[in-house]
């Protein structure tokens, strides 16, 4: 069993931190780590001072409580990380809000948004990279159903999340013919 830790580089310039206050800061930001034998793995090669200077100038908080200490983010950290607009909030604007199914009738995609918020942001959790990919998934299955008429067939926000169709698009996305042009079928 092994564990994959996905460090947020803007970290580095948002606090002017080392590498070693970087990965705690980070296993403090993912509130659903379970504590287990990989994060004690990472926290015995952290140093005490590393702890400590986060602590010392604010960008975490401590609480004791008995023999365990629970760290957290200071608020102003909590600020400097806040972004504009959430990974949801691009989602949900890229999805179509309606489209007329094939017997006339017109499909309302987006419902249900609290639900489709919550589920979006458990999938994706604090991977940027995720996220990206599943608004490219998204926005290559919006253009495919655009280009072959079939716009009318897209499920909707909610079932597109529970059941991860951007699974589906990603096996398209990487098993496409790579197209060249060959001699003489191109016009100048």
């Known amino acids: 069993m092994y564990m ?4 947020d580089t803007s970290l580095f310039d948002k606090f002017n ?5 970087a990965v705690f800061l980070t296993l403090v930001m ?25 602590v010392s100038n ?5 609480n004791t409580s008995g023999d365990s200490q629970v760290y957290s983010l200071s608020e102003s950290s909590k600020e400097l990380l ?9 989602f949900y604007e890229v999805f179509p809000v309606y489209v007329m199914r094939p017997d006339g009738t017109k499909g309302f995609l987006r419902s249900n948004i ?5 589920e979006y942001n458990r999938t994706v959790g604090k991977s940027k990279a995720m996220h990206e990919h ?17 716009l009318g067939y897209m499920k909707t926000m909610w079932k597109w999340i529970t059941q991860h169709e951007w699974e589906a698009i990603e096996e398209q996305m990487y098993n496409e013919p790579v197209t060249s042009d060959a001699y003489g079928t191109s016009c100048i």
Do not use: A, P
Not at 82 to 90: I, R
Not at 114 to 118: A, F, L, P, W, Y
């Open 4 to 7: 994959v830790l996905e460090l």
């Open 17 to 21: 931190i080392s590498i070693n206050q």
């Open 30 to 54: 993912n509130e659903n780590q379970h504590n287990n034998q990989d994060i004690h793995q990472f926290l015995s090669r952290i140093s005490e001072d590393d702890i400590q200077e986060l």
């Open 58 to 62: 604010g960008t975490i908080t401590v």
């Open 82 to 90: 806040k972004e504009e607009k959430t990974w949801f909030d691009e």
């Open 114 to 118: 609290n639900k489709c918020r919550k």
């Open 134 to 150: 599943i608004m490219n998934c998204l926005r290559k299955e919006i253009d495919d159903k655009m280009m072959t008429g079939k």
